[in-house]
């Protein structure tokens, strides 16, 4: 299984990109999807997640927007408003398993598959 993460470059600030994560070889039509993203120095961190509720982090909750798109196993990461603060390695997750403890979402641990990660820019 392979999920690959694409749509990441630069861009201005409130500008929008979408990432999309292509899983082959597999569906998860029934478990967990979504993205992290790591920050130059910084701890890798949750950014939105969807499988049995969809759950945003407080940072991006209104401006991104997740979707799937199952006939195509992908994940996308709609973008909106870009600040100079969302630039880091964006990263898609997915695990077979459809979590059904809210925290779950948040924790990079759970999750068992793993995409290459997409670089995001935003100058300011």
């Known amino acids: 299984v392979q999920l690959q993460a694409s749509g990441g470059g630069l861009m201005q600030t409130g500008g929008s990109l979408r990432l999309s994560c292509r899983a082959s070889a597999h569906a998860f039509s029934r478990g967990t999807m979504g993205w992290f993203r790591q920050a130059p120095g910084k701890e890798r961190e949750f950014v939105a997640a969807?499988?049995?509720?969809?759950y945003y982090a407080e940072s991006v909750k209104g401006r991104f927007i997740l979707s799937r798109d199952g006939a195509k196993n992908t994940l996308y990461l709609q973008m909106n408003s870009l600040k100079p603060s969302d630039t880091a390695v964006y990263y898609c997750?997915?695990?077979?398993?459809?979590?059904?403890?809210?925290?779950?979402?948040?924790?990079?641990?759970?999750?068992?598959?793993w995409g290459q990660g997409t670089l995001v820019t935003v100058s300011s």
């Open positions: 997750a997915a695990d077979d398993r459809s979590f059904n403890v809210r925290d779950y979402f948040f924790q990079a641990e759970r999750y068992f598959y």
């Open positions: 969807d499988g049995r509720g969809t």
